[in-house]
């Protein structure tokens, strides 16, 4: 499978299994020892030592292969290079692409109690020390011990991917690394209200291009009261956050699980909280690390569940989720496909199924020209702190906007008062009628759209060039068990409709079955 050339020969190669998923681990790289290389007195040698391993995966890859490196003592610094050969491919044939990490001394096991950093594909190279790291990497003490450089052949060209991993040991005294410092859990607010959000966002902590101090102020220029971190498959980014947050901006802490089988946010974890990846759902794993971003505080929010990306489609159901990211960045017809599965999710929950199931949408910008804040989440939220900012995503007490300038109010009424907001129950009686009104603003020549358990059952005339403009409908519980407003553009010519505006969570009609 592999053909490796380094100084101190392949000491071993061996296939093992780690749960479900096979992994390959290659013949250790070693280094002289540090005491030796200071001539035996035992104190820190100076200098580098550097070993280069190449060889060649076959398609058919595992999805991790785990080049082990010997450690010695004394080493203040790890650097770590690759390259890969790109060969052209045949039309629709997908090509090379490899990622990489790294895991120190306390190993690969599933849990990443090893992991020191992950930068995928968007690295060439990366360093850590004591006190400082790449993006994507930790910065701590350089152990030693067994290390290992992951390797994850995302895909792999039928001419085989042909890699070379170059590994460079510094020797040195240790330097002490900094006590992380967090930001916040609470800005200041306006009590309960609604609150503008982007909670999928990269930086160059993973495969963005934006720094957090570029992000936030493309944040509060966009509206919004909140973020959400959700760099891809790496913590390492939570302690550079701490000076971007302010009384006007709440920064939430996160990550982009992106495995072979879709990619899910942990939303609103505890600072420093880092969940692995590397499963598929034939593993059955997945639930294991649900539970691990709740126990951190966070939300489980599958992520584009409809992209076409490769290994960007969710294959891991819905069951562990507590919202789903329905839409995506600039409005496109996976959005749309989203959009309808989540529709029948809620007519499910309605006929006794399942539980329903929240939606939200963020812009999952990395770089220019990718906007922060389209679309963005509006949530109900009793103030502007983590927990509050959750319970309303959590409880569906949101709507979903392209920009800060669309604004939406809905709700619904019996004849007798009764009163119900997006996400909450109207409780009347089946044959009781029931007023639906949303009242729109910085939508100009968009359609009011408003959809049941039954389907599409209204559609209003344009708003007018000012944007702004209230439209009311009447139904009953027994007609329609919940209603959800969308605002669309105007269509383009054909059968689809337009592009999303806004677009509501449900509110429920009658009593709960």
């Not at 082990?68 to 203040?76: A, L, T």
């Not at 890969?84 to 849990?111: H, M, Q």
């Not at 209603?483 to 553009?489: D, F, T």
């Amino acid at each position: 499978m592999c053909d490796d050339d380094h100084g101190n020969g392949m000491a071993r190669r061996a296939l093992f299994v780690t749960g479900a998923a096979a992994a390959l681990t290659l013949g250790s790289v070693t280094f002289a020892s540090g005491a030796d290389a200071a001539g035996g007195s035992g104190t820190p040698a100076s200098g580098t030592e550097t070993r280069t391993v190449r060889g060649t995966l076959p398609t058919g890859s595992p999805d991790f292969v785990y080049l082990p490196v010997e450690v010695p003592r004394g080493v203040r610094e790890i650097r770590v290079a690759y390259t890969y050969e790109k060969p052209s491919v045949p039309a629709g044939t997908a090509g090379n692409a490899l990622d990489i990490g790294i895991f120190d001394e306390r190993g690969t096991d599933l849990g990443g109690r090893g992991f020191r950093g992950w930068s995928g594909g968007a690295r060439s190279e990366f360093f850590l020390r004591g006190d400082d790291a790449t993006p994507g990497y930790l910065p701590g003490p350089v152990r030693p011990g067994t290390w290992h450089v992951a390797l994850g052949p995302y895909t792999v060209a039928p001419q085989g991917l042909t890699y070379e991993v170059t590994v460079t040991l510094t020797y040195g005294e240790q330097a002490a690394t900094p006590k992380p410092v967090y930001p916040p859990a609470r800005a200041r607010g306006r009590g309960r209200a609604w609150y503008r959000g982007d909670c999928h966002l990269h930086s160059w902590y993973s495969d963005g291009r934006r720094t957090p101090a570029e992000i936030a102020a493309l944040a509060r220029a966009a509206g919004l009261d909140f973020i959400n971190s959700s760099d891809h498959n790496t913590h390492s980014s939570h302690p550079h956050w701490a000076g971007q947050a302010g009384d006007d901006l709440l920064i939430l802490l996160g990550e982009e699980i992106t495995t072979r089988n879709g990619h899910v946010l942990a939303l609103g974890t505890d600072p420093g909280t880092f969940v692995d990846w590397r499963y598929r759902a034939r593993d059955h794993r997945f639930g294991k690390f649900a539970r691990r971003v709740r126990e951190a505080g966070g939300l489980v929010v599958p992520a584009h569940p409809h992209a076409t990306c490769i290994g960007c489609g969710w294959k891991f159901g819905f069951g562990e989720a507590d919202a789903v990211e329905v839409w995506n960045g600039p409005y496109t017809p996976d959005d749309e496909i989203a959009l309808a599965d989540w529709d029948n999710m809620l007519v499910a929950s309605v006929r006794g199924a399942r539980d329903w199931l929240p939606a939200m949408g963020n812009s999952d910008a990395h770089r220019d020209p990718d906007q922060v804040g389209t679309p963005q989440t509006v949530v109900l939220a009793d103030d502007l702190t983590r927990e509050a900012v959750q319970a309303g995503l959590r409880a569906g007490r949101s709507y979903v906007a392209e920009s800060k300038l669309v604004s939406l109010a809905f709700t619904a009424s019996g004849a007798r008062g009764e009163h119900a907001g997006i996400g909450e129950r109207l409780e009347v009686a089946p044959d009781t009628p029931v007023t639906v009104r949303v009242e729109a603003t910085g939508a100009p020549r968009c359609t009011v759209r408003l959809v049941t358990d039954e389907g599409l059952l209204f559609t209003s005339d344009p708003l007018p060039v000012s944007g702004s403009g209230t439209v009311e409908w009447r139904t009953t519980a027994a007609y329609a068990a919940y209603v959800r407003a969308e605002l669309r553009h105007e269509a383009a010519a054909g059968p689809l409709p337009g592009a999303l505006a806004a677009f509501t969570n449900p509110i429920f009609l009658g009593a709960a079955r």
